[in-house]
């Protein structure tokens, strides 16, 4: 009988600790929904952003740019110190007449550093681990709405630190089957 419980238990230990959850496999919940406030996708258009970055970019560009016209912005400090994590915010401004909603993930903005030569310092990382929660944006026309928060420590993309000077930061929402680039944002890296 002890046997028999020995195993018992071990089949058991085995079983809960395949079952365990954590942060980054929990599916997201669909939105509640809400007769006042339908969700439609934002209108899209295949024709080229003028905000396009040159060749080189390492950022994501496949989803078709959104059609309603809207301005795109990063706010944050214009410089920062090595080492010390920075936050900027990526806005969108609805500039049109229709509401764009945005139903999309919490890590569809991403962001790459230039150094004052145009060279890409730090890529946009392609191993980066993203919960899978859902994030309604949804701006209405003539409204400025917060988007999502970037981070970057001045250091390039092998975590070395960058040595003091200019620097552009480029970021693009891509999500929601849009694309939206935000404005090039100049900052210093301070010794």
């Avoid at 191993?127 to 899978?132: A, D, E, G, I, L």
Wanted: hydrophobic share 40%; charged share 15%; glycine share 8%.
């Amino acid at each position: 009988m002890t046997l028999r419980i020995l195993l018992t238990a071990a089949v058991l230990t085995s079983s809960l600790a395949q079952a365990q959850t954590t942060i980054f496999n929990i599916p997201a919940l669909p939105p509640k929904s809400s007769a006042a406030t339908p969700i439609t996708p934002a209108p899209t258009t295949t024709t080229p952003a003028p905000a396009t970055p040159t060749t080189g970019s390492t950022l994501p560009m496949t989803n078709p740019v959104l059609s309603t016209a809207h301005s795109a912005n990063l706010n944050g400090p214009g410089s920062l110190r090595v080492g010390q994590a920075t936050t900027w915010t990526f806005t969108l401004t609805n500039q049109g007449e229709q509401a764009i909603n945005l139903q999309h993930g919490a890590c569809d903005v991403r962001f790459e550093v230039l150094d004052a030569a145009g060279k890409v310092v730090r890529a946009n990382p392609t191993n980066t681990v993203c919960t899978m929660q859902l994030v309604i944006t949804a701006v209405a026309p003539g409204e400025t709405m917060d988007v999502q928060d970037i981070r970057w420590d001045g250091r390039d993309s092998g975590g070395k630190a960058l040595p003091a000077g200019e620097y552009t930061i480029r970021a693009v929402f891509s999500g929601a089957g849009v694309r939206i680039m935000a404005e090039e944002f100049p900052v210093t890296i301070e010794n």
